[in-house]
């Protein structure tokens, strides 16, 4: 979407929201030669903060390409937020619900009109414990593969200093760096005119985040973990080492308690065990 096609609301937006942002956060911005002048593309950007969507479409505003984000479906009834939303053309995400489908269609619709949709693919605050991207959703992909339209991958850093992932007050002094670097599009060609089969998605997912963790690690300096954070991967393995640790305190319990205490611990046991005989 060229600049003069803007429009009131996001020029609204960007009267209220720009000021703030240039007072409080230092600006490092790279990769502006990547954003496509005119067609449709994705972004696919991580996230690290509650802010950065404010920060990240700063950076994109200013490129002249305005993006549109999907965004949880709550904000759109929201009073003038709500209002702000619809007239910057955002898209609700209806989850597990008969709508949950129509952010998709939005998105490939936005992209065919030559517009730009914001993917976090991560679809929420990353939770790896040093900031990288964690394992991300397939709809970037999905949208991707669709349309066939450029995807660019973008890496963002800083504003999870300013507030980081889940906390309630920002800190603002001294003044932090809110840095991007844009790549060039990800080479998604092998993935055309194929089944858009789960595995397929997955490993097309994988290819789009593994750039946007490229360019992090170009950012911050420093290598990515070899496997990103996962974290239903990571909810079972708790629940594994939770297993792990009381099942030997169980253990010790048992070896502690007296013939009698066993005994009568057995008891109910027992009893089920002769009902359900005398069930039968």
Same mark, same amino acid.
């Given at each position: 979407?060229?600049?003069?096609?803007?429009?009131?609301?996001?020029?609204?937006?960007? +009267?209220?929201?720009?000021?703030?942002? /240039?007072?409080?956060?230092?600006?490092?911005?790279?990769?502006?030669?990547?954003?496509?002048?005119?067609? @449709?593309?994705?972004?696919?950007?991580?996230?690290?903060?509650?802010?950065?969507?404010?920060?990240?479409?700063?950076?994109?505003?200013?490129?002249?390409?305005?993006?549109?984000?999907?965004?949880?479906?709550?904000?759109?009834?929201?009073?003038?937020?709500?209002?702000?939303?619809?007239?910057? @053309?955002?898209?609700?995400?209806?989850?597990?619900?008969?709508?949950?489908?129509?952010?998709?269609?939005?998105?490939?619709?936005?992209?065919?009109?030559?517009?730009?949709?914001?993917?976090?693919?991560?679809?929420?605050?990353?939770?790896?414990?040093?900031?990288?991207?964690?394992? %991300?959703?397939? @709809?970037?992909?999905?949208?991707?593969?669709?349309?066939?339209?450029?995807?660019?991958?973008?890496?963002?850093?800083?504003?999870?200093? +300013?507030?980081?992932?889940?906390?309630?007050?920002?800190?603002?002094?001294?003044?932090?760096?809110?840095? /991007?670097? %844009?790549?060039?599009?990800?080479?998604?060609?092998?993935?055309?005119?194929?089944?858009?089969?789960?595995?397929?998605?997955?490993?097309?997912?994988?290819?789009?985040?593994?750039?946007?963790?490229?360019?992090?690690?170009?950012?911050?300096?420093?290598?990515?973990?070899?496997?990103?954070?996962?974290?239903?991967?990571?909810?079972?393995?708790?629940?594994?080492?939770?297993? %792990?640790?009381?099942?030997?305190?169980?253990?010790?319990?048992?070896?502690?308690?007296?013939?009698?205490?066993?005994?009568?611990?057995?008891?109910?046991?027992?009893?089920?065990?002769?009902?359900?005989?005398?069930?039968?």
């Amino acid at each position: 979407m060229p600049r003069r096609r803007i429009g009131f609301w996001y020029r609204l937006a960007a +009267v209220l929201c720009k000021p703030p942002l /240039v007072v409080l956060i230092k600006r490092d911005w790279r990769g502006m030669e990547h954003i496509p002048a005119d067609g @449709g593309f994705i972004t696919a950007v991580n996230h690290n903060s509650h802010i950065d969507p404010f920060a990240y479409a700063h950076f994109q505003y200013n490129t002249g390409r305005v993006p549109r984000f999907l965004a949880k479906s709550g904000l759109f009834r929201k009073g003038f937020v709500g209002a702000a939303m619809r007239g910057t @053309g955002q898209i609700p995400v209806y989850r597990e619900s008969t709508d949950a489908l129509s952010a998709f269609r939005a998105a490939i619709a936005a992209v065919e009109r030559g517009e730009c949709v914001a993917f976090y693919p991560e679809g929420t605050l990353t939770r790896d414990p040093n900031g990288w991207p964690m394992t %991300a959703k397939t @709809g970037a992909a999905r949208v991707a593969l669709q349309t066939k339209c450029p995807v660019i991958p973008v890496a963002q850093w800083g504003a999870n200093k +300013v507030l980081p992932p889940y906390a309630k007050k920002p800190d603002l002094f001294p003044r932090k760096t809110h840095q /991007v670097l %844009a790549g060039p599009p990800v080479d998604l060609r092998r993935f055309y005119d194929k089944e858009m089969t789960p595995e397929l998605l997955k490993e097309a997912t994988e290819v789009i985040m593994a750039a946007v963790t490229r360019q992090l690690e170009e950012i911050r300096g420093e290598k990515a973990p070899a496997r990103p954070y996962d974290p239903r991967r990571e909810r079972i393995e708790q629940r594994r080492r939770t297993r %792990a640790q009381t099942q030997p305190a169980q253990r010790t319990q048992r070896t502690q308690q007296t013939p009698t205490q066993r005994t009568q611990s057995q008891q109910p046991q027992t009893q089920r065990k002769q009902a359900e005989g005398q069930g039968t």
